[in-house]
């Protein structure tokens, strides 16, 4: 197992736990005591979570775990519910997207389309996820957009008053929300409340609301709400989402699509 793979998998158990003992680690991962203490000893280094006496603590971070230690996390089920998001953007489009891993793909989807037969713009992307920008900037027929704010180091996204600004001036057609949670009561949540208040506005100035989430995510809560369940158009998400949940949804109005 490749050693960003035990990262994730120890800061996972600990975000469920809230402990973590080496040897049992050790064991559920099939490696080396060793190699785990090496593990943690450089988790900790890194401020994601405090060493004890035989294994560690969950830190004031590691319930929201940074982005890139979420890349690997469902990365099948994040690939095929983003393109199936991006299908659902025509050609011409003004779309808004915030940050996640899921988003993420989204974004790399929507930036390998041809240029227009005739050259010029085939999609605006506004964001306020920094590293979507900055994947998105190199490519000719993408025009960017990035809102201001504070960086959050967690999720790369930009927070505060300054993205509330820029946003209540612009239209968007479509946006598309990573979210920490979708319930069919609490609406889209996510843990963080600056990271919600960004993404509500993305949400408020489009047309239509597209949430992209896994199933372990569904039938959540989180400690904060981006927009309310009817706010949402589209659901997004994969195969495994339970169908009692799924029927919720749809009940609402809401298009699901498992992919």
Request: proline share 4%.
């Amino acid at each position: 197992m490749a050693a960003h793979t035990r990262w994730t998998r120890l800061l996972e158990i600990l975000g469920d736990q809230g402990h973590l003992d080496v040897l049992e680690a050790a064991e559920q991962l099939d490696c080396s005591p060793a190699t785990v203490r090496r593990d943690l000893d450089e988790l900790a280094r890194q401020n994601l979570l405090t060493r004890t006496r035989g294994g560690a603590v969950v830190s004031t971070v590691a319930y929201d775990l940074p982005l890139r230690y979420k890349a690997a996390r469902r990365a099948d089920e994040k690939q095929r519910i983003a393109k199936a998001a991006a299908e659902l953007v025509p050609s011409g489009s003004t779309v808004g997207i915030n940050g996640g891993t899921t988003t993420s793909e989204v974004a790399r989807e929507l930036a390998v389309r041809p240029e227009p037969a005739g050259g010029g713009t085939a999609l605006t992307v506004v964001t306020n996820a920094i590293n979507i920008a900055n994947e998105l900037a190199v490519r000719p027929q993408v025009k960017i957009v990035v809102t201001g704010g504070v960086a959050r180091p967690n999720s790369y996204e930009l927070v505060g008053p300054l993205v509330d600004s820029v946003l209540r001036t612009l239209a968007l057609d479509y946006t598309i929300l990573g979210v920490d949670a979708m319930h069919p009561r609490f609406g889209a949540a996510t843990h963080d409340e600056s990271e919600a208040g960004a993404n509500r506005a993305l949400a408020e100035c489009a047309g239509t609301v597209i949430v992209v989430a896994d199933s372990s995510k569904l039938g959540r809560r989180a400690f904060a709400q981006v927009c309310e369940t009817g706010a949402v158009s589209v659901l997004v998400t994969d195969r495994d989402a339970p169908a009692d949940v799924v029927e919720e949804f749809t009940g609402l109005g809401i298009e699901v699509l498992r992919v």
